[in-house]
């Protein structure tokens, strides 16, 4: 496992140049891998709901920024925790509005994804949701 403070990752990713693999504590980066994997295969269902690859690659940031942040600031958390430009924000908000993708594709497509991926329990003809916490 590698420990580095924030300020030598700021360093890092400002001279681009060194690409790390840090793990969490306690989990095999294997895991993560096999984690990793998964999500680009959910997050690449919804490639065919935009019409510009730039929306998609906007929706891929997001989602994944969502994910991961810290607090539930919103988009500025977005860009924050994922350490992209503060100029990203404009673009950001425009990618909500955009014309490129439309919400009932996104909604139809996820309950594609949930039932590719995800099976749903029945019990007596009914669909159970099991959570845990």
Known sequence: MVSLSYQHLRKI?????????IS???????????MMNFINKVLCHF????SRKASFGWFVTITLGLMLRSDKLGITSVIRDLALCPGCYGS?????RSSSW???NLRL????AVKEYSPLYQEGGFHVLVGDG
């Open 13 to 21: 990713q400002a001279t681009r140049r060194v690409i790390l693999c």
């Open 24 to 34: 969490l504590p306690y989990f095999l980066v294997v895991f993560h891998t096999i």
């Open 47 to 50: 490639e065919s709901c935009f």
């Open 92 to 96: 950001m908000i425009h990618f909500f």
């Open 102 to 104: 439309s919400l009932e």
């Open 109 to 112: 497509r996820w309950f594609s």
